[in-house]
């Protein structure tokens, strides 16, 4: 067993473990392996490895450690020698998890681990530092009972944190006669290594004997318990955080579109331009700067890239306006829960105090996403309707689960997350919401269909007062909504809107083509209370003075002196083309721009003249060529891991690479460099095998240049397929010939 590779124990396990070891590593399936020992050997890459001790717990860490500790990458230690302060059989399960991971190998009494885990590991595994040669003969115990406190007290600190320490007592190692200071005096007894003039490391040997029981230090064996309180109405609360953020966002939206902000140069939102869009929907810059990040990550808003830049409302944002409150809410929950970028540290400060500008670059975070899913998958692994009493509890427990993500804003993204997710609907009370639920298992169209059936059902009537406001006790439904919209202007929001009606509002309606009739019919019919007699003086005397001053738009206009010429003009066919119209004895308008206006006319025989402002004669052909603005460059989604149908085929192929690794091949022929395979060597030598009905080992290259190998039993050659039989499955295999690059016959 002592030379066994960890190509040879990948080889010697199961199918169901080669599988286990794609599942939980799927970088591991790309390209797809060709045998074991190309698994074995990506296993072992170093960045591979770093990715699989970022997932690990923090016990399973403390294992792999310890096995550090013991040079397990350098040779085979017993695991029944690694003391962490717990039963041996938690231990063992440890390595079971990083053997399962590939990350370790071999039975207990021999266990390896891959090289690359000592750079996954960290410099000082489990906290220790390197051992010293000098104290291998040495009996550490009696050298400190003889020690100063204060030179035992050194050493203490040393182990029990960082190993490593800065001195302005190492400039040399001293006799221990000679020694002065207690840094001297445990440099000279060898209780202390010099590292340079101005560092000193602690011992292995030394840390262990300080540590005593607990070689490890403070070790976190379980992992934190997570306080949990069941409630009932956690998916109405949600709706009603949902309907909020949909009003703020349509408030966004409106507001924007009346008067874009800018983008600063350094890129993102201008304070004044965020505290402006605070006051408009009254409530916290945090809760803006989420609300902004959001509606941008939909693409209902989006930089315009102008000489002047702008963020401007999209194309989207009129279908996103148009669709029901719940499929609006599904668009803005997935752009969220996609968000590549943390909105809870806009508006703050970094470590060289400069401020965190919105939309800028400074948020941008790629794994945002994937912490994201982790913190509300722990919420859906509670029963339904179950919440976290505490969020610092549930950033304790993600912390246990995998200490090394996150970075320094590990334990600040769980409690952003479960802040943004509660104003999204997502979350409420702690607990994941049945449409957050669906979202994050079905997709976008089951969640809308499940926030659809918690959304509090429209209602179609309203509350007009005697102080001229309009009630509305819930959502209204969508038409009635966009008719008091626009007849009236919101006073206050929440579980019942109140609208305010004044003359501007009336005017407003009016501008939109209302009569004075229909907004009687509107309040009449809809309208639970009486309507107050006020309101109806204030609809007709709007009414009666609206419109008796009228304007129209023009983007261009003709005009001459004689009044014959533009008559003419008017009648003359193209006039109707060109929907000119008579404002004047001498002018005619038109709302087609001028150029065109011009070569209309020219082509129906006029020889009409451009001007400018100053009435002068102005040339407006062409200067040059136009080409279109170039299209922005589509986001890439990484790929989804494989299923198991396609882990299973992987485990298939590998295992055909392995027997026709260990196939002992005869003659073989090989095509010539850029010819392919078909040649007629290579036809003859499969031709011959399949008369023989001898087993062929082939090479293949696969679309992607893939390489690969396996032993086939050849029935039939012909048509550009190579069809024969798999010796381990039984199974028929076509194989094209175009993609064979090397073939040999398998002695037996």
Known sequence: MSGTTLTDWLRAREDETLAAVLRARPDLATPRPADTSVLATRAATRASVARVAEGLDTFTLAVLDALLAADADRGQVDVATIDLGVGPDRVRAGVDRLRDL???????????????????????????????????VVDVPALLTALSDEERGILTRLAHGSPVGRTKDAATVPRLENAKTPIQRL????????????????PRQVGVAIRGAGPVGTLA???????TKAYKAVDSTAAGATLEFLRHAETLLRLWSAEPPQVLKSGGLGVRDLRRLTKATEISEREVVVLVEVVVGASLVADNEAATPEYVPTTHCDTWLAATPAQRWATLAAAWLDLPRLPGIGGLRDAKERLLAPLSEDLRRPVAPLE??????????????????????LAALLAWRAPRRGGRLRDDIVRCTL??????????????????????????????????????????????????????????EAHLAAQINEVADVESAGSATVYRVSETSLRRALDAGRTAGDLHELFRTRSRTPVPQAL????????????????????????????????????????????????????????????????????????????????QVVDLRPTGRRIQAPLRAVRRVAPRPPDDEQIADMVLAM???????????????????????????????????????????VGLVDAHGVASQRVIEPLRVGGG?????????????RLPLHRITSAALVEP
């Open 655 to 697: 295992r055909a690479g392995d027997r026709a690794a260990d196939s002992k091949r005869g003659r073989s022929v090989s095509a010539a460099a850029g010819s392919g395979a078909n040649t007629a060597e290579t036809m003859a030598l499969l031709q011959e095998a399949t008369r023989t009905q001898q087993s062929v080992w």
């Open 536 to 615: 109806e003086y204030m609809i007709d005397d709007v009414a009666r003075r609206h419109g008796r001053l009228r304007g129209g738009a023009a983007a261009s206009f003709l005009r001459c002196d004689d009044p014959a010429l533009i008559a003419e003009v008017a009648a003359s066919p193209v006039a109707a083309l060109l929907r000119l119209r008579r404002i004047a004895p001498t002018v005619l308008v038109s709302p087609l721009p001028l150029l065109e206006v011009l070569d209309d006319l020219r082509a129906a025989g006029f020889a009409p003249a451009a001007e400018g402002t100053d009435g």
């Open 102 to 136: 590939a990350v370790a190998w071999g039975p207990d009494d021999a266990v390896r681990l891959v090289p690359a885990a000592r750079e996954a590991g960290g410099l000082f595994p489990s906290g220790l530092g390197r051992p010293s040669a000098v104290l291998d």
């Open 419 to 476: 802040t943004e997710a509660t104003a999204l609907g997502l979350v409420a009370l702690g607990a994941l919401s049945g449409p957050g639920r669906a979202l994050l298992d079905e997709g976008t169209a089951p969640a809308a269909k499940r926030m659809a059936e918690a959304m509090p059902d429209p209602i179609d009537h309203v509350l007009v007062q005697a102080d001229l406001t309009v009630v509305a006790p819930g959502p209204l």
């Open 187 to 202: 440099l000279a007894q060898g209780l202390l290594t010099r590292v340079d003039a101005e560092t000193v490391e602690l």
């Open 221 to 227: 064996v379980d992992e934190p318990v997570l306080r």
């Open 721 to 733: 397929i190579l069809e024969g039989r798999d010796p381990s499955t039984a199974e028929i295999r």
């Open 372 to 393: 994201r899913t982790r913190v509300l998958r722990v919420l859906a692994d509670l029963k339904p309707g179950t919440g976290v009493a505490d969020p610092d509890e």
